[in-house]
């Protein structure tokens, strides 16, 4: 049972350049979430799910895109990275609201 | 506006002595409250958590007290261990809505 599945683990983008980060889980979970972590900060909400095919924006979503075309799958969209998108990405699943959450061992992204 | 605060970036305890990490809270309609644990190159891991209906809830070494006048809740680890040793998360919630985290607190367990 993997979990919660990131991929890629380290990624470098110039200015301007776009990718999209890769989250899996194989709990069955409706709930699918992705954060940000940076020093001093802790654990900021860009983007979540409900459920397949849904997405809401969360406490920071300028810059990023998300799809939830299958239920195991969510996938974070950088379309032109910029320097302050720097950071450690998350993803975490849940199966239901309330519920604890269940986080992949992160992304980081360097953008130079 | 930091809703979930905690105020020590890092705590260092002795082996066997009580880990007390603390987390403040501004938003009232808060009613359910997480701690989560994280070692390097690893994601946060669930480690215990508390109603708002309740003021404590213990499992094993880890209890968590919630004082909601204060709008004030701990995580007490005893006796610590070295293995302890990580970045700590407190997180709050509201029926319906989506977790808040505060900055996290680097504990260190020294043998």
């Known amino acids: 049972n993997a979990g919660v599945t990131q991929t890629p683990k380290f990624r470098v983008l110039k200015t301007g350049q776009s990718m999209t980060l890769l989250c899996a889980q194989d709990?069955?979970?409706?709930?699918m979430y992705w954060y940000r972590q940076d020093p001093g900060m802790g654990l900021r909400l860009i983007h979540y799910?409900?459920?397949?095919?849904?997405?809401a924006k969360g406490e920071v979503p300028d810059g990023y895109n998300v799809s939830r075309l299958k239920k195991q799958n969510f996938l974070l969209g950088l379309e032109s990275a910029a320097p302050s998108q720097t950071s450690v990405y998350f993803c975490?699943?849940?199966?239901?609201?309330?519920?604890?959450?269940?986080f992949g061992n992160g992304t980081r992204l360097t953008v130079t | 506006d930091q809703q979930v605060k905690q105020n020590s970036p890092s705590l260092s305890v002795q082996e066997g002595r009580i880990s007390i990490l603390n987390c403040d809270y501004t938003n009232s309609m808060f009613d359910y409250f997480l701690w989560y644990k994280k070692y390097p190159a690893e994601g946060p891991t669930f480690l215990i958590s508390i109603s708002s209906i309740k003021d404590k809830n213990e499992d094993g070494r880890f209890t968590v007290f919630l004082n909601k006048s204060a709008k004030h809740l701990s995580l007490h680890i005893v006796p610590s261990q070295p293995g302890d040793s990580a970045v700590y998360f407190c997180a709050a919630d509201t029926s319906g809505s989506r977790l808040t985290f505060g900055e996290g607190t680097q504990l260190t367990v020294n043998p």
């Open positions: 709990m069955n979970h409706e709930y």
């Open positions: 975490a699943s849940s199966s239901q609201n309330g519920s604890p959450l269940h």
């Open positions: 799910s409900v459920g397949e095919g849904t997405t």
